[in-house]
């Protein structure tokens, strides 16, 4: 493996290593677009490991401002998504089809049975 090849699968292991990131990817992956704040309550119900209606305002608004702050932009960042924070629009770029086959291993091992058991990515 070229150093290049190199640089990116270490890009694409920290990337993927966040929790939150690889959440929002496997329901992105589903439908290649989505809205922001089916995702924060998506993300937030796998991380916390509680139903959609036990999220509080509060836990939804860390989400929100982690995913915002943090997630998006470093997944903008290497062209894996791209969002607009006005509409809440989050789709799909090209660079997704550089980490799916890695994010689908991810996948697998997760914790969480509803997400092992979804359709492969």
Same mark, same amino acid.
């Given at each position: 493996?070229?150093?290049t090849n190199g640089?990116?699968? /270490?890009?694409?292991?920290?990337?993927? @290593? /966040?929790?939150?990131?690889?959440? #929002?990817?496997?329901?992105? +992956?589903?439908?290649?677009?989505?809205?922001?704040?089916?995702? *924060?309550?998506? =993300? +937030?119900?796998?991380?916390?490991?509680?139903?959609?209606? @036990?999220?509080?305002? /509060?836990?939804?608004?860390? *989400?929100? *401002?982690? #995913? *915002?702050?943090?997630?998006?932009?470093?997944?903008?960042?290497?062209?894996? %998504?791209?969002?607009?924070?006005?509409?809440?629009? %989050? =789709?799909?770029? $090209?660079?997704?089809? $550089? %980490?799916?086959? #890695?994010?689908?291993?991810?996948?697998?091992?997760e914790d969480e049975?509803?997400?092992? /058991?979804? +359709?492969? #990515?």
């Open positions: 493996m070229n150093r640089s990116r699968m /270490e890009a694409a292991c920290s990337l993927l @290593a /966040e929790s939150e990131r690889r959440f #929002l990817l496997y329901q992105l +992956a589903e439908d290649r677009s989505a809205n922001l704040e089916d995702l *924060v309550a998506q =993300v +937030a119900t796998w991380e916390l490991d509680i139903h959609d209606v @036990a999220i509080d305002k /509060e836990t939804r608004q860390s *989400v929100y *401002v982690s #995913l *915002v702050h943090n997630h998006l932009p470093r997944l903008a960042d290497y062209d894996i %998504i791209e969002y607009d924070l006005r509409s809440g629009d %989050i =789709v799909l770029d $090209d660079g997704f089809d $550089d %980490i799916k086959p #890695l994010l689908e291993q991810f996948r697998q091992t049975p509803e997400i092992r /058991e979804r +359709a492969p #990515l």
